[in-house]
């Protein structure tokens, strides 16, 4: 039996970026303009993240909707926009709508969620490696990350497992955009994981697509009712017994595609999305419920009667994890005083979003007096720089999902916009770091330079406004 494996030398690298989604996306981008070589490493076979293998054409967080006024707010910038300004240009994303229907939902499925950029997820894929390639980053796709070596506070080498065997990569920095914290765990970082008490995360979704769908007839329905999330044909469902989950709404929003939309309704419970076994179950668990919930769809639900099941995607959609310790974690009591940081890298003006790990259409965040929604209470969250540094390693920053923060603070900086937002601070702040040779070592007054250069950071202006 062979209990030796060779490890291929692959090379060395200023930056190596682990992870493929927008976080890590921006970083490797950000880092490789400013003439870093830099190598990202995904273990799929695609960029774009959840929002690609997991379905969420949603690209959420870069918009914020003002009620009052009746407009759309750009809150994050840089290379967001520009990617999804160049998506927009291309006919394959939707600007978000402006529709007057805050009176009765602070968000807006109409069926697009207001401050939401719809995009096609298979041109959003090809989109993102163009960008890449053009800006000079090394792209590795069917690549795991198995394990990390270390000396004295520093990364010294990834080991990565593919279909020729093993590898090691060597760089002076090494960004961890994994979403669920995989290099900053294998490092030794210190981690928190779920609800303090339990340790349980939050409702996974398997995500569907279907087409056929008549948007004229349910958008109807939903102006009728005030019901955008089709809440009494659940109830009045349930009470039948013809609604056998525990999910309660019903999230479905149009694609780029008319007629087309994503199902973003299922919850599943007890869904470790670090743990392999937990999510076979799950993938298979939601295939079977994509089926099940499109007959209820077609059988009661206007404007659905003749929708297809055109795709159900084979990644489960993750919405919680691992979070660092970080030198500077955000705290859910500076989250909502709206607390200013001068190391201030990123920001979100997104909402609480944190389903009940046990109770799926409860989101104890929402509407809750003593812990007021962001987006209702206009709330902008700062990420201060030393939220996106592990407390143990030099050379090492996150950015994404995994951030340190407490986990209420996190529903409100794991969707795309702010996870592109410290992306791309991560990547500028490696080019400092290669120079100190430490990212707690950085000017963060020459990253926020850079930054605010980047249009990245800034106050809402006139001249960021939609329109």
């Known amino acids: 039996m062979k209990t030796e494996y060779e490890c291929r030398e692959e090379g060395s690298y200023d930056l190596i970026v682990a992870g493929g989604g927008m976080a890590g996306v921006c970083c ?13 490493l995904e273990k799929e076979g695609c960029l774009g993240g959840t929002a690609c293998t997991a ?17 759309m707010v750009r809150v994050i910038g840089g290379l967001f926009d520009e990617i999804t300004d160049e998506l927009i240009a291309m006919g394959a994303a939707v600007e978000p709508d402006t529709v007057d229907i805050h009176h009765y939902n602070p968000y807006g499925w109409y069926p697009r969620m207001a401050a939401g950029i719809s995009c096609e997820v298979d041109t959003l894929k090809w989109h993102l490696e163009r960008k890449c390639v053009d800006a000079g980053v090394h792209l590795r796709f069917f690549t795991t990350i198995v394990g990390a070596e270390t000396k004295e506070a520093r990364v010294t080498r990834l080991i990565t497992h593919d279909k020729g065997g093993f590898s090691s990569f060597r760089a002076k920095c090494f960004a961890d955009c994994t979403g669920d914290g995989d290099l900053a765990e294998m490092t030794g970082c210190p981690m928190e994981k779920g609800r303090e008490e339990d340790g349980a995360m939050c409702p996974a979704t398997t995500i569907f697509y279907v087409d056929q769908v008549d948007t004229a007839r349910y958008v109807a329905y939903q102006n009728e009712h005030e019901s955008p999330k089709l809440v009494e044909i659940i109830h009045e469902l349930k009470e039948a017994g013809r609604w056998p989950w525990d999910f309660e709404i019903f999230i479905a929003i149009e694609t780029p595609t008319p007629g087309t939309f994503m199902v973003n309704t299922i919850r599943q419970i007890d869904v470790d999305g670090t743990d392999a076994a937990s999510l076979t179950r799950a993938a298979m668990e939601g295939r079977g419920l994509a089926h099940e919930l499109l007959k209820v769809m077609k059988e009661y639900f206007p404007g659905f009667e003749k ?14 994890t691992r979070r660092i310790a970080a030198r500077e974690p955000i705290t859910l009591e500076n989250a909502l005083a709206g607390k200013h940081y001068d190391d201030c890298v990123a920001s979100t003006t997104y909402n609480f979003d944190l389903p009940d790990p046990k109770r799926p259409s409860y989101d104890p965040m929402m509407g809750d007096a003593k812990k007021p929604n962001a987006v209702r209470e206009h709330v902008r969250i700062e990420i201060p720089y030393g939220a996106l540094l592990p407390r143990n390693m030099e050379n090492l920053i996150v950015a994404g999902r995994c951030l340190g923060a407490e986990r209420e603070v996190m529903g409100a900086c794991r969707v795309m916009g702010p996870c592109a937002g410290m992306g791309q601070a991560a990547g500028l702040a490696a080019g400092l770091a290669v120079k100190t040779g430490s990212f707690a070592y950085v000017s963060v007054r020459q990253l926020r330079e850079l930054l605010q250069e980047s249009g990245c950071i800034g106050a809402v202006s006139d001249e960021d406004i939609i329109g």
């Open 28 to 40: 490797a981008i950000a880092a490789a303009r400013q003439g870093l070589n830099t190598l990202l």
């Open 307 to 320: 929708a297809h099941l055109s795709r159900i995607f084979d990644h489960v959609g993750i919405r919680e």
């Open 55 to 71: 379905g969420v054409m949603q690209l959420l967080g870069g918009r914020w909707y003002d009620p009052e006024n009746d407009r």
